[in-house]
């Protein structure tokens, strides 16, 4: 499906300026790449991406991409409204794996003391003050490598999760690998989203861990998306990867049966100690264009702003929101690292004219080519 002619004009206008004449316009139209020309024009998400489609559409110039980006996020959700998710560690350190990034695997010297599972009563705790600071959406991860032998934790877990949900607020959990029969009790308890990230592309994978395949994380999100539990899964930019991997990691998500209902962006926070830990933050440019793409490929999906988002200035978050990432991690902490608060957040809403995002109610109303036209149009 092309873009219709009239909606490529609004397009260039919008970003070259008044167009001068028809042979222009054909000009400026014949430079967007024709996979962008689709995506935009798309009234429902697609799965079968094509490697090559996803790279034309991340390489389109930065000022086109998160422009199109940005109507493509009016098409499928309320552009205002931000998922506003806190994040608790339920569980620190003292994890097997290999991770080259991770503070809390215990082949690393970072500091950090590995503890024992937090009590049900105090996450239940945290997740009432979440609440009550706007958060719709609580979070609990769990440093291990999957939940092999840990009946008492799931037991745990499933309160943590049924406890939550009588709160009124969206659940989600972090836990390592997990199989279909545990992925069915967490659904039962409640759970309304499991995250398992890829971190990268397949190809730059096992440069970064070892311990744990990237068809074992695959399987994970199977497990879930069986179970009829949302999946949460994105990356982490900023390893040493290069654009072709971050081409890969979101060519990888769309190209899954359905996609993640929430797709994370993590920026890597270098933590001393770990062999990542001598590395600069990822520029912003490559995080906006990550942003952007995923948004335009990922349609329907909540984009979320993670790790590395209190690096970021307020501006650089607007444009992030501007460009369709639409939830944040919000609260005291972020599992190990800093994490913007609620009162920052709030002040950067109300400047912005942002505002939280209901539990359960994400907008996914689509707009019509005609409407869009309309509402350029109106705009100009």
Known sequence: MSLPRSLSRAILTRSYGTVQSASTAASLSSKIPPALRDATAASTPRTNWTREEVQQIYETPLNQLTYAAAAVHRRFHDPSAIQMCTLMNIKTGGCSEDCSYCAQSSRYDTGLKATKMSPVDEVLKAARIAKANGSTRFCMGAAWRDM??????????????????????????????????????????????????????????????????????????????????????????????????????????????????????????????????????????????????????????????????????????????????????????????????????????????????????????????????DSVAAEN
């Not at 499933?158 to 997990?178: A, D, F, H, N, P």
Request: charged share 25%; glycine share 8%.
């Open 148 to 373: 092999r032998g840990r009946k008492t934790s799931l037991k745990n877990v499933k309160q943590m999760v049924s406890g939550v949900r009588e709160m009124g607020m969206e659940v989600c959990v972090t836990l390592g690998m997990i199989d279909e029969n545990q992925a069915k009790e967490l659904k039962d308890a409640g759970l309304t989203a499991y995250n398992h990230n890829l971190d990268t592309s397949r190809e730059f994978y096992p440069t970064i861990i070892t311990t744990r395949s990237y068809d074992e994380r695959l399987q994970t999100l199977s497990h879930v998306r069986d179970a009829g539990i949302n999946v949460c899964s994105g990356g982490i930019l900023g390893l040493g990867e290069a654009d072709s991997d971050r081409i890969g990691l979101i060519h990888t998500v769309s190209s899954l049966p359905s996609h993640p209902e929430s797709f994370p962006v993590n920026a890597l926070v270098p933590i001393p100690g770990t062999p990542l830990g001598e590395r600069k933050m990822i520029s912003f440019d490559k995080l906006l264009r990550t942003v952007a793409t995923a948004r335009i490929v990922l349609p329907a999906t909540i984009v979320r702003l993670a790790a590395g988002r209190i690096s970021l200035s307020e501006e650089q978050q607007i444009a992030c929101f501007m460009a369709g990432a639409n939830a944040v991690f919000t609260g005291e902490k972020m599992l190990t690292t800093d994490c913007n608060g609620w009162d920052e957040d709030r002040e950067m809403f109300e400047r912005w004219g942002f505002y939280p995002m209901r539990s359960f109610e994400k907008e996914t109303s689509v707009v019509s080519p005609q409407q869009q036209i």
